[in-house]
Nanobody
Framework: QVQLVESGGGLVQAGGSLRLSCAAS???????MSWFRQAPGKEREFVAA????????YYADSVKGRFTISRDNAKITVYLQMNSLKPEDTAVYYC?????????????????WGQGIQVTVSS
């Protein structure tokens, strides 16, 4: 079992920055970790993923060049640095640990989820 707890969300003006953290605990942290987000009335969407080693990262086109995912395996924590934030980035952000086969881009591959944290970007 893996427990994930997000922190670092909040309200920021457009153009600003936030850093989300996801602290993991439990059986294993040696898996691909990702961030997803869900805006009101929309489907949950992939934001970014990082391999277990941290050597490979993947991003949605909408955040590429603005967001950076990283991990500290010693601290068992995954981060999402979000720069140049836009109002359309407003959503609940979820940390997830991949637990099964399939593409890292799809939520169905993840068996462990955090409770979610609100990010609001004002214009």
């Amino acid at each position: 079992q893996v427990q994930l707890v997000e922190s670092g969300g909040g309200l920021v003006q457009a153009g600003g920055s936030l850093r989300l953290s996801c602290a993991a605990s439990g059986r294993t942290f040696s898996t691909t970790m990702s961030w997803f987000r869900q805006a009101p009335g929309k489907e949950r969407e992939f934001v970014a993923a990082i391999s277990s080693s941290g050597l490979s990262t993947y991003y949605a086109d909408s955040v590429k060049g603005r967001f950076t995912i990283s991990r500290d395996n010693a601290k068992i924590t995954v981060y999402l640095q979000m720069n140049s934030l836009k109002p359309e980035d407003t959503a609940v952000y979820y940390c997830a640990a991949k637990s099964g086969p399939g593409s890292a881009y799809f939520a169905i591959a993840y068996g462990y989820w955090g409770q979610g944290i609100q990010v609001t970007v004002s214009s």
